[in-house]
Each structure stands twice: as structure tokens, then as C-alpha cells.
């Protein structure tokens, strides 16, 4: 089903809202293609409104909208208003009688409405948001709260939905925000690809992170970086303990005795880290079977390197590959499976 996010440009408001809306959209539908190639209508298209509820061009540097289909549904994103005090937002919102007017017809019709940062006062003002479940900034929760005590603030959550109505707090939290209405109307799985590659993932590069920080070493000339810098450029090739000692101009020994002061592990551990972290890659962004990942990675054995992927990511190749692989499982590509670009007429506006 295809989506319409309609970008409500108020007078003083926080644009990069609505700007990092786009390129969260536009990486949906980039994402989407590829395991759709030979559908041309994506799945989300976008508008800017101004306060009046009237379209208006996109500046030229922000990616083109697709066109919209006839049967698309509708969200409102409302974003922040960028205030000095809570009596100065006041005075914004006393002054956004036809901002909320539209905020309430378009939720009396039936379509989602999202906001960002302090925008749920807006919401509130409009009557939508009583009796609901919702999310604010902290700097003015307490506010919020006495001044509209039937909303249910939820100040442990960075999005929060109910029913048709999304909102978050901080205004970093607008990307999940646009990652929660992708998931709403195209569904999780687009949703989770949009979220390996837009957001960062600790879970996802801890371990990378733990391994270049336990090997970080002060000088180029030192054991363990010799040995280190000869793993990365042999990770293919059969492990000798012997020849990696030589490479570091030590004995088998004194390599061994410097990795675990440095690293607490052995040569043999790190290159087993190097390449999991090769497969993983290889997972993500290629479509070789795992028979090729396996020779790719050092190994001859794909039961055995099964076993150690599993160990250090929790997660098994193919398991791993469903999660974060950004290509569809297609093993051939035609050179007109081009993500199709919009026609833009002169005014800016993409032609169906």
C-alpha cells in the first residue's frame, strides 16, 4: 500500500524535521527497489504544506517526491516549534489557530498524524491527543502534563503510537519517528532494512569495536601491529603461527606473550574476529552462498565456520543475512532494474 507523508511547514519551526523526513522516505523507497525491481510505484511519496494547508515546491536540493498514487494514504507530519520559554510557545500556539484547525480535520479523516520533539502541544491544542498515549520533550513535560492532564506521557519511550497518532520526544528521535510510520504502512521488513542502515546499532558492531580498541597500539613498529596489520592482509589464507611471528620479526612465543598483554587473545582470535566481520560484509551486500563466504573467509569447512559465526554474533549466516542484507536473494541483475527517477516539470513537481 502506497503512502503519502505530507510535511506541515509551520511558521518557526524545527525544518530539519521535516528534511531528514525525506531522506529516511526516499531510503525506504531506494531499499525497497531493490527486492522489488520490477514494481516502478514505491511506496512513499511526500509533499510540503504550508501553514494553510496548501502545497508548495520542494527547494531543488531535496530529493523529488515520486508521484503520488490516486489511492495512497495519508499522514500529517507535524514537527516542533523552535522556543525560547514555555510562555513563548504558548504564545505560538495561541497564534496557530488554522495550523490546528487542519491538524484536526485531517485526524477526523482518518489520516495519521505524527509529530516530533514539542509538537504534541500542538496535538493536544487540537484535541486530538486526549485520552491517548503520547510523548513530549522533557524540558516541558512538566508543563504538558498539568495543562493537559487526560494525555498519558509516556517519558520513557522514544516513539510512542497510538492508534493513528505518533509522537517523539527529542528531536533526535525523529528519524525513528519517520521509521515507525515506514513501518506502519509498508510493514516491518522494510522497516528493520531502513533501520540497519539508517540508525546505529550497538549490538550490531560491538564486537568490531571491541577488537579495534583491544588492539590499538601507540607505535606502527610494535609487535602486535606488525602481527596485526599481516592478519588483515592474509585473512584468506591458511593460519600459521609461525609465518605471523615472522612477519613481526619475533619468535612464535613472544608473539603470543605480546598479543595477550595488549589484546587478551591469541593471533588465531583476532583473525577468527577479521573474518566474521568479512562474512558479515559479505552477507550484507553480495549474493554469494555460504560454500563462497567460507572459502572467501579462510575456510574450507562451512559446518565449522557456522559454528564460530554463531559464537561470536549470536546469529547464524543465513539467519544473519535475513536481518541485514540489503539486496533481495536474486542472483542475477538486469541492467533495467535502475530504481526509475521522476519526471520533474518545471515548477519542481515530479510527473506521474
Given at each position: 500500500?502506497?503512502?503519502?507523508?505530507?510535511?506541515?511547514?509551520l511558521p518557526n519551526c524545527l525544518s530539519g524535521t521535516l528534511f531528514s523526513a525525506i531522506d529516511v522516505l526516499h531510503a525506504a523507497n531506494k531499499l525497497w527497489h531493490l527486492h522489488h525491481p520490477r514494481r516502478k510505484t514505491p511506496p512513499f511519496s511526500w509533499r510540503l504544506l504550508d501553514s494553510d494547508g496548501a502545497e508548495q515546491p520542494l527547494p531543488a536540493w531535496l530529493p523529488?517526491?515520486?508521484?503520488?498514487?490516486?489511492?495512497?494514504?495519508?499522514?500529517?507530519l507535524v514537527p516542533g516549534l523552535d522556543m525560547d520559554s514555555v510562555p513563548q510557545l504558548k504564545q505560538q500556539l495561541d497564534r496557530a489557530d488554522k495550523a490546528l484547525r487542519l491538524i484536526a480535520l485531517r485526524h477526523a479523516a482518518g489520516d495519521v498524524i505524527a509529530t516530533n520533539y514539542n509538537g504534541a502541544a500542538l496535538l493536544a491544542r487540537a484535541g486530538i491527543l486526549d485520552g491517548r498515549n503520547a510523548t513530549i520533550t522533557w524540558l516541558i513535560a512538566g508543563w504538558f502534563s498539568s495543562s493537559h492532564p487526560r494525555v498519558?506521557?509516556?517519558?520513557?519511550?522514544?516513539?510512542?503510537?497510538?492508534?493513528?497518532?505518533?509522537?517523539?520526544?527529542?528531536?533526535?528521535?525523529?528519524?525513528?519517528?519517520?521509521?515507525?510510520?515506514?513501518?506502519?504502512?509498508?510493514?516491518?521488513?522494510?522497516?528493520?532494512?531502513?533501520?540497519?542502515?539508517?540508525?546505529?546499532?550497538?549490538?550490531?558492531?560491538?564486537?568490531?569495536?571491541?577488537?579495534?580498541?583491544?588492539?590499538?597500539?601507540?607505535?606502527?613498529?610494535?609487535?602486535?601491529?606488525?602481527?596485526?596489520?599481516?592478519?588483515?592482509?592474509?585473512?584468506?589464507?591458511?593460519?600459521?603461527?609461525?609465518?605471523?611471528?615472522?612477519?613481526?620479526?619475533?619468535?612464535?612465543?613472544?608473539?603470543?606473550?605480546?598479543?595477550?598483554?595488549?589484546?587478551?587473545?591469541?593471533?588465531?582470535?583476532y583473525l577468527q574476529q577479521l573474518r566474521v566481520e568479512r562474512a558479515k560484509l559479505l552477507l550484507e551486500v553480495t549474493m554469494l552462498d555460504l560454500p563462497g563466504i567460507v572459502e572467501q573467509c579462510g575456510y574450507d569447512d562451512p559446518c565449522a565456520f557456522r559454528r564460530l559465526f554463531r559464537r561470536q554474533t549470536g546469529l547464524t549466516p543465513a539467519a544473519y543475512r535475513r536481518a541485514y542484507a540489503l539486496r533481495a536473494s536474486r542472483r542475477r541483475w538486469r541492467a533495467d532494474d535502475a530504481m526509475p527517477q521522476p519526471e520533474i516539470d518545471q515548477a519542481g513537481q515530479a510527473r506521474v
Open positions: 500500500m502506497n503512502a503519502c507523508i505530507d510535511l506541515f511547514c523529488a517526491s515520486p508521484a503520488r498514487p490516486a489511492a495512497a494514504r495519508c499522514a500529517l498519558k506521557l509516556l517519558m520513557d519511550r522514544p516513539v510512542t503510537q497510538d492508534g493513528s497518532v505518533f509522537c517523539s520526544g527529542a528531536p533526535a528521535a525523529a528519524t525513528e519517528l519517520v521509521l515507525e510510520l515506514v513501518r506502519h504502512f509498508a510493514g516491518d521488513e522494510l522497516a528493520q532494512r531502513c533501520t540497519n542502515g539508517l540508525l546505529y546499532l550497538p549490538a550490531r558492531f560491538e564486537q568490531s569495536a571491541q577488537t579495534l580498541s583491544a588492539l590499538s597500539t601507540p607505535t606502527r613498529d610494535s609487535v602486535v601491529f606488525k602481527a596485526r596489520r599481516w592478519l588483515e592482509q592474509h585473512v584468506a589464507e591458511p593460519y600459521s603461527l609461525g609465518r605471523v611471528a615472522a612477519a613481526a620479526a619475533v619468535s612464535s612465543r613472544t608473539l603470543l606473550r605480546h598479543f595477550r598483554e595488549v589484546a587478551d587473545m591469541t593471533p588465531l582470535d
